[in-house]
C-alpha cells in the first residue's frame, strides 16, 4: 500500500513540474505596453516575408495605442484588454494604398482579427492572438533591446 501511495505521490510531482514548463507568461498591459511584434504564422502557417515589402507587425505604445503595418498599409487603434484576458484593437484605421493580393490577404486577416475580441497568449518571445476565424503568431521585435 505504501509504494502505491509513493508512485501515486510522485506521478502527481512530475506532472507538476512538466506544467510548470509551459512559458506562458501574465496578460497585462504592463506587459504588452511598450512592445513591437512582427508576424511569423497566420492559423500555423509560416508568413514569407521576403516576398512583402514591408514586414507585418504589432506595436502597443504609450495609452495603450496600437499601430503597426498590417501587410500593406498602416494602421492604428486603441488596444483593449478586458476582464477576462480578451484583447481587441478598437476602431481600427488603415491607410487606403492598393497593394499586391498577397498583402492585402495577409492584411484583411491582420485587421479582422485584430478588431475583434480575440484570446491572447503572451510568451517573453511571442504573442499569439487567437480570434474567432484566424490565428496570429507574432515574434518579439522590440526596436532597441
Do not use: Y
Amino acid at each position: 500500500m505504501k509504494r502505491i501511495l509513493w508512485l501515486v505521490t510522485l506521478s502527481v510531482l512530475f506532472s507538476a513540474c512538466a506544467a510548470v514548463d509551459d512559458k506562458s507568461m501574465p496578460v497585462t498591459v504592463k506587459a504588452l505596453q511598450h512592445h513591437n511584434w512582427e508576424l511569423t504564422h497566420i492559423n500555423g502557417e509560416e508568413v514569407v516575408l521576403s516576398a512583402l515589402r514591408n514586414k507585418p507587425r504589432l506595436e502597443i505604445g504609450e495609452n495603450f495605442t496600437a499601430n503597426g503595418m498590417a501587410g500593406c498599409n498602416n494602421f492604428f487603434g486603441q488596444a483593449e484588454l478586458n476582464e477576462h484576458g480578451m484583447f481587441r484593437v478598437e476602431k481600427v484605421a488603415l491607410t487606403r494604398k492598393m497593394c499586391p493580393e498577397a498583402e492585402m490577404k495577409i492584411e484583411r486577416v491582420m485587421a479582422e482579427t485584430l478588431s475583434v475580441w480575440s484570446e491572447i497568449t503572451l510568451t517573453p518571445d511571442s504573442l499569439t492572438i487567437k480570434g474567432p476565424a484566424h490565428e496570429l503568431t507574432l515574434r518579439l521585435r522590440d526596436w532597441v533591446r
